[in-house]
T-cell receptor, first 110, second 117 residues
Framework: AQRVTQPEKLLSVFKGAPVELKCNYS??????LFWYVQYSRQRLQLLLR??SRESIKGFTADLNKGETSFHLKKPFAQEEDSAMYYC????????????FGTGTRLTIIP | GAGVSQTPSNKVTEKGKYVELRCDPI?????LYWYRQSLGQGPEFLIY????????DSGLPNDRFFAVRPEGSVSTLKIQRTERGDSAVYLC???????????????FGSGTRLTVV
């Protein structure tokens, strides 16, 4: 069965410093990977997906199939980045189930 | 409505009782999903509807859990003989289609916090 691991439950970073939230997965096929974010008192929402190879709010994530990783990165942290971040995997189009990691709470220190 | 609406926002029930949780998706969204989030965990898939039918119910933990979507819009998650381990936040999400879910993600509701005492 597929599995998503986020090894850090908590991560604190100073404003302006680089951020990296780690995500590793186990799945033998070709998955779709996503990052979801939940800001304080808001709903869970999509941040970015590996297929689009886009940068959202300065965040990027590259799928590394060799290392089975999908780490989320931002070169310069901002206070508004403080939130809960979840990495999620879908086995592929036609399979609608998302498997989430346990999440990382990111706190940006002013 | 403007977003995915879930009612009630909080529900406290006694062990052994029956509960119903309601999800009102965005109008026109054919895909509807239920997830459960226990404390300190990520959301865990329960069931997915495409229209009126349950296309994947592999995440329902046991036969005490059941969900319906009779008219292809509002969905109800039903839990019989509740147990303390059922305490969690139950999240509903919707999407215009499975392809849209892949491209744009789901729209999540704010959840129902269920506490079984």
């Amino acid at each position: 069965a597929q599995r998503v691991t986020q090894p850090e439950k908590l991560l604190s970073v100073f404003k302006g410093a680089p951020v990296e939230l780690k995500c590793n997965y186990s799945y033998s096929g070709s998955p779709e990977l996503f990052w979801y974010v939940q800001y304080s008192r808001q709903r869970l929402q999509l941040l970015l997906r590996h297929i689009s190879r886009e940068s959202i709010k300065g965040f990027t994530a590259d799928l590394n199939k060799g290392e089975t990783s999908f780490h989320l990165k931002k070169p310069f942290a901002q206070e508004e980045d403080s939130a809960m971040y979840y990495c999620a995997l879908r086995k592929g189009f036609g399979n609608e189930k998302l498997t989430f990691g346990t999440g990382t709470r990111l706190t940006i220190i002013p | 409505g403007a977003g995915v609406s879930q009612t009630p926002s909080n529900k406290v029930t006694e062990k052994g009782k029956y509960v119903e949780l309601r999800c009102d998706p965005i109008s026109g969204h054919t895909a509807l999903y239920w997830y459960r989030q226990s404390l300190g965990q990520g959301p865990e898939f329960l069931i997915y509807f495409q229209g009126t039918g349950a296309a994947d119910d592999s995440g329902l933990p046991n036969d005490r859990f059941f969900a319906v979507r009779p008219e292809g819009s509002v969905s109800t998650l039903k839990i019989q003989r509740t147990e303390r381990g059922d305490s969690a936040v139950y999240l509903c999400a919707s999407s215009p289609s499975p392809l849209a879910a892949s491209n744009y993600g789901y729209t999540f509701g704010s959840g129902t916090r269920l506490t079984v005492v």
